[in-house]
């Protein structure tokens, strides 16, 4: 037994003098720093496109008493944008992580389909007249509470079944989102060309649907949500590793993951009654962000994916407006150009 | 101390498991062979509360493991399953950090910074510790996930076929290290293995499982009998008398 006993593990070697040694969120100070400076000029970056949007070509020269109602009008589009901004970026980032898959984002819970359905079935049944109508304060929180009381549904019943998993319920909620999508495309195919246009200006995506009178409810929504996915960062951590090693290291996964998830669908449901679907939009931030941020760390990883996500909606915008001349859709060129920016860095690194 | 009283598992009518009767006992290593199907992992998985109980009693150190909570359950008894997700961007100490998570819900203090030094030294990790997980051989990601376990410095150490995917050397390295914590840092570790002579070399105790019962449990010296052993596997295994203690042939 001899020669095997002293090949033994050495034992515990007193540490040695070197550089400390700490589990932080970053490997080196190096990467830290890469990362502020990222997000430094990032949010930089937004700003300057935010400025660009409020004061970029407008019409009436800064003199003029004019220019300030411009503005105000603008700026109505730049608050629904940081809405969507970080209701999509935290959103896409937890849900990914709570599923540990990176190829999904929380779109294929059906909130997209259901807000379509909402929308062709009021024009279909009640009218043009009705549509018109149906978009005060009330028919905000009606879609919003919709589309969270659906995903509860959905959670609460898939989730605390016996053979409850997230497999299933994204697979519910992929059929469920094309039976919805099928049964308004059915009643889209049955309306007059005239209302179909009415309702074709809602269903894309676009920050101009914002309606400044949601705000005062949405901002608040919003603000307690996304604070408590930061505060929920730690335990996102670990609930990213998976239900075996989560549990065994003593959280509760499954009340971790239902609680991220109405978050999620909280965050989701406000930003698709405000804007409207953007389906690409959230996997692209997301995909870009764990790029960008070395770190597994959420505590980081939210911030990084808020800019990134705050300068591809403004820039959007930007381009949309100024480039194409307001000729075109957002989601399309979010689509394009975030497509393109998206194989460039996945090709380049040869890993998601 | 792992007691199970009356436990039963049931997949399908003709797949069911139990009811388990065992004591086993605290310190030492403790191995589960048995052939495939026997019930071996299940039994650790339903210790290690990844897995609901359908009838029966288990506690680990007087805790039911049903009505315990787990976040202090967590601080007594750990599990490693043999596949496990593994994060990108997530380097070897900082796994091995988040079997601090018990203790400091994910704020580490100069104390587990200690710990997760010593026990990242203790697996020959120290050189690797800045590697992104996705950066390892299979065996190195495996002894990063072993530092988690060790990390949490719980009595009871659960580990589901721990020498899956290890080649020789590799397999020894482990089982050293394992004897190595049961012995000098007091853990009780109960492992599925498959490898007989693994067992029986490097454990105090053998649990040897068919059928979805426990079919013998006591010291490598009673278990490695060619009766027990041939009647278990339902293949001839022959017991040989080696230098370091009995070998089966098969």
Redesign the interface.
């Known amino acids: ?1 001899s020669e ?1 006993t002293q ?7 007193a ?1 040695l003098p070197r550089k400390r ?3 932080s ?1 970053f ?2 100070p190096k990467e830290a720093k890469h990362y502020w400076i990222l997000l430094v000029t990032l949010l930089l970056l937004g700003l300057l496109s935010t400025y660009g949007l409020l004061v970029y070509n407008n019409p009436v020269p800064v003199t003029s008493p004019s220019f300030v109602p411009v503005v105000e009008r603008r700026m109505v589009a730049i608050v629904a944008m940081l809405i969507a901004a970080v209701c999509q970026s935290l959103a896409t980032v937890s849900f990914q992580s709570i599923t ?1 898959n990176r190829i999904i984002t929380p779109s294929l819970l059906g909130f997209e389909a259901l807000y379509s359905t909402i929308h062709t079935s009021t024009i279909f049944f009640l009218g043009a007249a009705a549509f018109v109508n149906f978009s005060g304060v009330d028919s905000f929180l009606y879609q919003v509470a919709a589309m969270v009381l659906m995903c509860l549904i959905l959670y609460g019943w898939l989730l605390s079944g016996k053979y409850g998993n997230l497999q299933i319920l994204l697979l519910i909620g992929i059929i469920m989102g094309t039976g919805l999508g099928s049964v308004s495309a059915f009643m889209r195919r049955l309306l007059a060309p005239s209302e179909f246009d009415l309702l074709q200006t809602r269903l894309f995506a676009s920050v101009n649907n914002a309606d400044a009178a949601y705000f005062p409810i949405a901002i608040p929504i919003v603000v307690v949500v996304a604070f408590l996915l930061l505060a929920h960062a ?2 996102l ?2 609930l ?6 989560s ?6 996964h499954k009340a971790g993951v239902i609680y991220t998830l109405v978050l999620v669908s909280i965050l989701m449901a406000i930003s698709t009654a405000l804007v409207g679907p953007l389906t690409f939009y959230g996997f692209l931030v997301a995909t870009l962000t ?1 790029q960008a ?4 760390d959420h505590r980081y990883v939210f911030p990084m994916a808020f800019a990134i996500a705050f300068v591809i909606i403004t820039g959007a915008y930007f381009i949309m407006n100024h480039v194409f001349h307001a000729q075109g859709v957002v989601s399309i060129i979010i689509e394009l150009v975030g497509g393109i920016l998206f194989l460039i860095v996945v090709l380049r690194r040869g ?2 | 101390m792992i007691q199970i009283e009356n436990v039963k598992k049931s997949y399908t009518d003709e797949v069911a498991i139990g009811p388990l009767n065992i004591e086993i006992p605290k310190a030492g290593l403790t191995s589960l062979i048995g052939p495939n199907g026997a019930g071996k992992s299940t039994t650790l998985l339903m210790i ?3 897995l609901d109980l359908d009838a029966g009693q288990i506690t680990v150190a007087n805790m039911d493991i049903a009505t315990s909570k ?6 007594i008894l ?4 043999q596949e ?2 593994f ?5 070897v ?2 796994l ?4 601090r ?2 203790y400091s ?4 203090t100069q104390a587990d ?2 710990i ?3 026990y990242i ?4 990790l120290t050189a690797l ?2 590697r ?1 997980l ?1 950066e390892l051989s299979g065996g190195q990601r495996q002894r990063a996930y072993v530092a ?2 060790l990390c ?1 410095e719980t009595e009871y150490v659960l580990l589901d076929e721990p020498l899956n995917n290890l080649d020789v050397a590799r397999s020894v ?1 482990m089982m ?2 394992l004897k ?1 914590a049961a012995t ?1 840092f007091g853990r009780t570790i109960l492992t599925v293995l498959h490898d007989i002579n693994f067992a029986a070399k490097y454990s105090d105790r053998i649990c040897a499982m068919k059928h979805g019962q426990i079919a013998a449990f006591g010291t490598v010296e009673e278990i490695m009998k060619p009766d027990i052993l041939t009647d278990i596997f339902e293949t001839k295994i022959e017991i040989l008398q080696g ?2 203690g009995p070998i089966a042939v098969y």
Do not use: C, W
Not at chain 1, 247 to 252: I, K, P, V
């Open positions: 037994m095997f090949s033994n593990p050495s034992p515990v070697r540490s040694r700490a589990a969120a490997r080196t540990n730690r335990r951590n670990l990213a590793m998976g239900k075996e090693v549990t065994s290291l003593g959280s509760r764990y941020a070395q770190t597994y890993s998601l | 290690g509360r990844l787990s976040k202090d359950l967590a601080k750990t599990i490693l399953r496990n997700h994060v990108t961007r997530l380097t100490r900082q091995a950090g988040f079997g998570f018990p819900k994910g704020r580490l910074e200690d997760i030094s010593k030294d203790f697996l020959d510790e800045n992104y996705d988690m376990v949490q390295q050293e290290h190595y000098e230098p370091y």
